[in-house]
């Protein structure tokens, strides 16, 4: 069945470092994943969502790259600041549910 | 635009009890979620609905939790009688249905049984 796979449940990096939280999935269909950001005592909120036309999207820095051929959409930002402290969900929809990564939670320190 | 409300913001129960939590999605919003996120995990679908229809309820444990969306719009998700198991956010989160559209989540509900 289609699942999601984020291997790192704790990162942890110095300020100005840059970031890279892995996703992996697995596809019925053609995939479509998004990276939810929840800040604490906060609900997810969507970060980006993966384009169809191989397009990069990016928010507040971060950017993601949907590669078929590893099934990976990993979230990247080439400079991490102390806000970006959170936890990171990515999620794969399918038959118009989410399906949820186990989370990385994001601790950016001085 | 309003986003998603949810009340109460925090609830807290003795075992046995039970409580109604409330969620008014985005107005036009047709597809709407509820989610039980235990502390320090990720959420995890208990029931969804289009419309007024339940769509997938296969998650909700059917003999204490009941959500009804009956005009298709507001939507109660309630827990008969309470575990200490059940202690966890319930977070409702609504789009509007298409295929790979966004969800938009309220702030939640804080549950704690005792």
């Known amino acids: 069945g289609d699942s999601v796979t984020q291997t790192e449940g704790l990162v942890t990096l110095t300020e100005g470092l840059p970031v890279m939280l892995n996703c992996t999935y697995q596809s019925t269909y053609s995939p479509f994943l998004f990276w939810y950001v929840q800040h604490l005592n906060e609900a997810p909120k969507l970060l980006l969502k993966s384009f169809t036309d191989n397009k990069r999207p990016e928010h507040q820095g971060f950017h993601a790259t949907l590669h078929k051929s590893s099934s990976s959409f990993h979230l990247q930002k080439s400079s991490a600041q102390l806000s970006d402290s959170a936890l990171y969900y990515c999620?794969?929809?399918?038959?118009?549910?989410?399906?949820w990564g186990s989370g990385t939670k994001l601790i950016i320190k001085p | 635009e309003a986003g998603v409300t949810q009340s109460p913001r925090y609830a807290v129960l003795q075992e046995g009890q039970a409580v109604s939590f409330w969620c008014d999605p985005i107005s036009g919003h047709d597809t709407l979620y509820w989610y039980q996120q235990p502390r320090d995990q990720g959420p995890q679908l208990l029931v969804y609905f289009r419309d007024e229809a339940v769509i997938d309820n296969s998650q909700l444990p059917s003999d204490r939790f009941s959500a009804v969306r009956p005009k298709g719009t507001n939507s109660t998700l309630k827990i008969q009688s309470a575990k200490q198991g059940d202690t966890a956010t319930y977070l409702c989160?609504?789009?509007?249905?298409?295929?790979?559209?966004?969800?938009?989540f309220g702030h939640g509900t804080k549950l704690s049984v005792l």
């Open positions: 989160a609504s789009s509007f249905d298409r295929e790979n559209e966004r969800l938009f």
């Open positions: 999620a794969l929809r399918s038959n118009y549910q989410l399906i």
